[in-house]
């Protein structure tokens, strides 16, 4: 792997004395510390917003006046930041867990397939009264249903990639951590998250999409016959779209694509280049990605400073991690105590998840029979048709277009910002123009609905694609070079092998998201006009609205079983393949 460092040597670093260091400082530490402080001071004013008091039985009444989008977009850029935080510290903890523990792993990533086939509208219906009994009489028990509806959008992507990462981990960097004798917090630390550093930062990157594509779903929510609403840019969306003003809606596309440029450009390109430090290569490319704040910041002395004064913390980090244990794990069990501990987990796990099957079923009993499981299955079908057509062709189309931009930084640059306005277009910003183009074209809902879905679900495998070129060495390539392989050839034996592995998470969280943006894809509204095609999404959106439990639960749990079983029979046997043939 390749890291820039300080060009001095670390006895002369520290060396320097503290106050020589402050004396050094100019104009670019200056104003990196005011904006800072900014920063800080925009988080806490707009923080204030947060706490206000709240009753459950108030009008709702989102201000659609332009003025106020500067303060709606900080709002829902507060909400989709602390989503991510929380989505970062969920994946590091649910794919270790997953990736560590075999009998574990049998549990979490099945249920990880259907946490992710789960829709927003689905854990909203939970939050939502959740949240408000938590904190009765304060809007954040809304805010916390927001951000928890946002990390629904968010996470499962992330834990994919990572928990991937962690299972493919290069043969040569795990015994280097065993010969080493690496406690498992140093393990985690230098080895396992910079290995999968690239992956993560361009998923994470394309669940922050994930998240502006729910935004109004998150901000205005519609549950039992009940609506609340919290200022944000998918509010005002929702409301100006709810009132036929296409002026309003203008707007707020405006602000969400100066939002989505302006994070790119301060937040997401620095973390891309950043991250070029970690790819496990021999030599460094001739063309590295390149970031101006990143540059900028590299010519502060703040981040060194920074270091300096947290370097006694992490020494304490260190030494608390060796209470976790040395990575002295051996290569092979006694099969018989395996055995044994296999038959005592699943008869544990096993008996719980019988008990709350029972449970759920004699609650669907009780009130509408099984009966109610008919209708979503055929509806699912439909839906089903949909997905698939919809993974098909974006494979087709963007696995070239991404392994030419991973290829290229110079193309990266250009190509990054375009990609996430593309990606973070919310499919309601786009019901305007879809409900006048399927009335004049007379095209159906049915088909206009795959169209529709595709803005939520295909950027996943473009990202993922794109994550994989930039990943594969560049030893590698320039060797291809060499040997003037091209063509199918060079495909074949270079591109699909290093792609591979990201591919199938793309294919795999791109089927998920798919399903879930059917839910806001298939029922289309503006002002008076609405358009409903036949599928599960439109069926679960309408027990959403109408508070219709047993409904919503046999709709989610349909939209589960299919999910879970596509990834059965596809996915996961893919995963294997990535696993076994495809991993550096």
């Not at 946490?115 to 916390?144: D, H, K, N, R, Y």
């Not at 080895?191 to 993560?200: F, K, T």
């Not at 990943?471 to 034996?493: H, N, S, V, Y």
Request: with cysteine; net charge positive; charged share 15%.
């Amino acid at each position: 792997m390749s890291f820039r460092t300080d060009t001095r040597s670390p006895e002369k670093a520290a060396r320097t004395p503290l106050a020589g260091r402050l004396s050094q400082f100019s104009w670019v530490d200056a104003a990196v510390a005011a904006a800072v402080l900014v920063l800080l001071y925009v988080v806490l004013r707009v923080g204030q917003g947060t706490t206000v008091a709240f009753s459950t039985h108030q009008n709702v009444d989102v201000d659609t006046d332009p003025a106020q989008l500067p303060y709606d977009a900080a709002r829902s850029l507060l909400r989709m930041f602390a989503a991510l935080a929380a989505s970062v510290v969920f994946t590091f903890g649910y794919a270790y867990a997953a990736a560590k523990s075999r009998r574990l792993e049998r549990i979490l990533v099945p249920a990880l397939d259907i946490l992710q086939s789960v829709p927003v509208l689905g854990f909203l219906t939970v939050a939502v009264t959740g949240f408000i009994a938590l904190f009765p009489g304060s809007m954040l028990g809304l805010e916390c249903a927001a951000i928890f509806a946002i990390f629904t959008s968010q996470a499962w992507n992330m834990t994919f990639g990572f928990y991937y990462s962690l299972t493919s981990l290069p043969r040569e960097l795990d015994e280097l951590s065993r010969s080493f004798g690496f406690t498992r917090w140093m393990r985690f630390w230098k080895v396992e998250v910079p290995a999968g550093m690239i992956g993560l930062v361009w998923n994470g990157m394309m669940s922050f999409g994930g998240g502006w594509f729910f935004l109004v779903a998150s901000e205005a929510i519609s549950v039992n016959n009940q609506r609340y609403a919290l200022p944000g840019v998918g509010s005002y969306a929702g409301a100006a779209i709810a009132d036929g003003d296409l002026g309003k809606v203008g707007w707020a596309i405006l602000t969400m694509a100066v939002m989505v440029i302006g994070v790119n450009f301060l937040f997401w390109r620095p973390l891309t280049a950043w991250a070029e430090k970690f790819k496990n290569e021999q030599s460094e490319a001739s063309e590295v990605q390149r970031s101006y704040v990143l540059d900028f910041l590299r010519r502060s002395h703040w981040p060194r400073l920074l270091g300096r004064v947290l370097r006694p913390v992490g020494r304490g980090l260190g030494r608390a991690g060796r209470l976790l244990g040395t990575d002295d794990r051996p290569l092979s069990v006694d099969p018989v105590r395996r055995r044994r501990g296999d038959v005592a987990f699943t008869l544990v796990a096993g008996g719980l998840i019988v008990w709350g099957l029972a449970d759920l079923g004699h609650y669907l009993y009780d009130r509408t029979g099984f009966g109610v499981f008919g209708e979503p299955l055929l509806l699912g079908l439909a839906t089903l048709v949909r997905v698939v057509v919809l993974v098909a062709l974006a494979t087709v189309i963007w696995v070239p277009i991404g392994v030419k931009i991973g290829f290229s930084p110079r193309l990266t640059r250009i190509a990054q910002p375009v990609v996430q306005v593309l990606a973070s277009f919310p499919a309601n910003f786009m019901f305007p123009l879809a409900v006048w183009f399927f009335l004049k074209t007379g095209l159906s809902i049915n088909i206009g609905g795959t169209l529709l879905m595709a803005l939520g679900a295909q950027w996943y495998i473009l990202f993922n694609t794109i994550a994989g070129a930039m990943a594969i060495p560049t030893d590698l390539r320039e060797a291809m070079d060499d040997l003037g392989i091209t063509g199918w050839q060079r495909w074949r034996r270079l591109i699909i092998p290093g792609i591979f592995p990201s591919y199938v998470t793309g294919g795999i969280t791109a089927s998920g998201g798919a399903w879930n943006a059917s839910i806001v894809s298939e029922v289309v509204t503006f002002g008076g006009t609405t358009l409903t095609a036949t599928g599960l999404g439109a069926y679960i959106a309408k027990a959403t609205e109408s508070g219709d439990y047993p409904h919503l639960i046999a709709g989610v749990a349909v939209m589960s079983l299919y999910v879970v079983a596509l990834n059965r029979l596809l996915w996961r046997r893919l995963y294997r393949l990535a696993e076994t043939r495809y991993s550096l």
